[in-house]
């Protein structure tokens, strides 16, 4: 038993003992250029006698990434000649009350088409840093720039095919569906990312994304036409190109073109709204923008904003949540953190949740020295467990977040049906909230839209659920699986007693 103690508390990402470094490394889904050793990211397994206390998927695969490559901006010093921001004459669509059309060239692009600023995003539908990008900072680009006529934005193709296998495919949709018009792109893109998660895993991805795209009204007919034909693997390869010649190697990545003077800046990664804001304010204003972030040195890497000391900040306007929008419980200046990543229908995060959380909490949260952060992570092997994770955010958009998390676990088998959402409605019922607040809620994009962002920040770490990440002295540590009671709380106390000292 002790062996197995030892065992357990051994980080299990060797590279999140030296400041969190492949935290802060991963904004952005990278090709590989100098491969990590592989001890650091091996994971130590903790051998237990009773059953494997984790549910796993398959997930994409992780770049092999250098220091310098990811969270980085740079500013560049000459013009680059991929770059043209001429609009279209063709008739022009609105999608969100945003004008939307195609450049010269045939590309989408969202905005005023003489906007003074055009970003350039190249992206991958099936990269978790884009999902996240599209998620938690394209919506406030949109709405303080973009609906204001000062920006444009052009999107790009960039499938890395090395790390995501199905990403070549879902350009080739989107682009078949840009075909019968810009604002049916602009929803096609939309639903690409928001259901990243149902078909990265997909052998066959092609049946789902022809649901997709009869699902927003395009013609099936002109589109599987396009499809059969493989007519867009030429456009996909010239953004492939046009990324390499502004030398992108990872996704996303933004470059901004100024019309007045032909300067471009760049910037990679997803990074924080601030960042975006900051370079975008002083292009409009007609300065040279300060270099967004310098190149990162090797384990001075920032952090996610969920891991941050900001993203654990509470949030002000709604109790209970953190500003990275994350539900947490107990002491908010506690000196360790646990995130914990789990799936409302995972029988080992349920196990967890009814036999271990209790001693955990009277031991450790109720005493304020640990605070506990719960985010969503539905496997693919659990058809409704997304839906639950709607249903949790909706709860929480009353106040009942921690209610309806306890209710879900304890009726799972009565929600793993073809269509959860009466059990779900039933259970808000139970909970005395605003019945038809929450129905509107269920049927919303916006809750499916955090069940989204959590399943991107832990797509990197998360090989199976439950999966625990602690935060401690500017440290962090993978404690994978539903532990008995006795090992998680050795695991914790040892981690406190280290970050005491």
């Avoid at 197995?4 to 400041?19: D, E, N, V, Y």
């Avoid at 980085?72 to 004459?89: C, D, G, K, M």
């Avoid at 059969?228 to 470059?255: V, Y």
Wanted: aromatic fraction near 10%.
């Amino acid at each position: 038993m002790e062996q197995i103690k030892r065992q357990s508390m051994r980080p299990l990402l060797a590279c999140l003992m030296t400041g969190i470094t492949l935290l802060g490394l991963l904004a952005s889904c990278t090709l590989p250029v100098s491969p990590v050793p592989a001890a650091q990211v091996e994971a130590t397994a903790t051998s237990l006698a009773e059953a494997p206390s984790t549910e796993t998927t398959p997930v994409a695969a992780t770049a092999e990434l250098t220091a310098t490559e990811v969270s980085t901006a740079t500013e560049l010093v000459t013009t680059t000649p991929t770059v043209t921001t001429a609009a279209t004459s063709l008739p022009q669509e609105t999608y969100k009350d945003i004008p939307v059309g195609f450049t010269s060239e045939g590309f989408a692009y969202r905005g005023n088409p003489d906007a003074p600023i055009t970003m350039f995003e190249f992206s991958d539908y099936q990269c978790p840093f884009c999902s996240r990008y599209f998620i938690q900072t394209e919506p406030a680009i949109n709405e303080s720039y973009v609906r204001s006529g000062e920006v444009r934005v052009v999107f790009r193709d960039m499938p890395l095919v090395q790390l995501h296998p199905n990403a070549p495919t879902a350009h080739a949709a989107a682009l078949c569906v840009a075909d019968q018009g810009a604002r049916l792109f602009w929803m096609m893109h939309d639903q690409l990312f928001q259901s990243q998660a149902e078909w990265q895993s997909l052998p066959d991805p092609n049946p789902y994304f022809l649901q997709l795209a009869e699902g927003i009204g395009a013609d099936s007919a002109a589109y599987s036409a396009c499809i059969e034909g493989d007519e867009k693997t030429a456009t996909i390869e010239q953004g492939l190109a046009a990324a390499r010649d502004l030398g992108f190697s990872g996704t996303p990545s933004f470059l901004f073109a100024r019309a007045a003077t032909d300067e471009t800046f760049q910037l990679v990664g997803a990074q924080p709204y601030d960042q975006f804001a900051g370079l975008l304010d002083a292009l409009i204003a007609g300065e040279s923008p300060q270099q967004a972030a310098e190149p990162a040195e090797a384990g001075d890497q920032g952090i996610p904003f969920w891991a941050s000391a900001e993203g654990l900040a509470p949030d002000p306007d709604r109790p209970g949540y953190n500003m990275a929008g994350d539900a947490y419980r107990g002491n908010i200046d506690a000196k360790v953190v646990v995130v914990e990543f789990s799936d409302f229908q995972c029988p080992f995060c349920r196990r967890h949740t009814e036999d271990t959380q209790p001693a955990l909490d009277k031991t450790f949260v109720d005493t304020n020295q640990i605070l506990w952060v719960f985010k969503n992570f539905p496997l693919s092997i659990h058809p409704q467990a997304p839906a639950a994770g709607v249903a949790v955010e909706c709860a929480a958009d009353q106040g009942k977040f921690w209610e309806m998390h306890a209710l879900l676990f304890a009726n799972v088998n009565t929600w793993s049906i073809n269509d959860p959402n009466p059990v779900f409605s039933q259970l808000a019922e139970d909970l005395e909230l605003d019945a038809d607040q929450f129905a509107t809620c269920l049927e919303s994009d916006e809750a499916a839209q955090k069940v989204q962002s959590d399943m991107a920040d832990g797509q990197q770490f998360v090989q199976g659920t439950p999966t625990f990440i602690v935060l401690f002295n500017g440290e962090g540590r993978i404690i994978p699986g539903a532990l008995p009671v006795d090992q998680f709380t050795s695991a914790l106390q040892e981690i406190i007693d280290t970050s005491a000292q």
